[in-house]
């Protein structure tokens, strides 16, 4: 059994910073990619940031110089540092991980339970 849980999210003003942090648990292998998606009201999940285990990140056009991806594979967590917010980065965050559970197993996607962040004043 896997597990992501999330921590972090807030109501925060326009300009201002957060950081979310996601830790994996559980039966897990190894993880490939651990990232970060959201989605607003009425809107699809969209991908924010995603960092591979080989040490690659991948952001949003939206996001990119504002927010900064890091993982830590020794306690299998990943933070998004999120910096001069803005109103349309309101959403729930939620956590993404491909883990492998098994040596020469089949890598899966397993997700968090979202956390919300409001950019409001």
């Known amino acids: 059994q896997v597990k992501l849980v999330e921590s972090g999210g807030g109501l925060v003003q326009p300009g201002g910073s957060l950081r979310l942090s996601c830790t994996a648990s559980?039966?897990?292998?190894?993880?490939?990619?651990m990232g970060w998606y959201r989605q607003a009201p009425g809107m699809q999940r969209e991908l924010v940031a995603a960092a591979t285990s080989g040490g690659s990140t991948n952001y949003a056009d939206s996001v990119r110089g504002r927010f900064t991806i890091a993982r830590d594979d020794a306690t299998m967590t990943v933070y998004l540092g999120m910096k001069s917010l803005k109103p349309e980065d309101t959403a729930v965050y939620y956590c993404?991980?491909?883990?492998?559970?098994?040596?020469?197993?089949?890598?899966?996607?397993?997700w968090g339970q979202g956390t919300q962040v409001t950019v409001s004043s």
């Open positions: 993404n991980a491909r883990i492998i559970r098994w040596l020469n197993g089949p890598a899966s996607d397993y």
């Open positions: 559980g039966n897990i292998f190894s993880i490939y990619t």
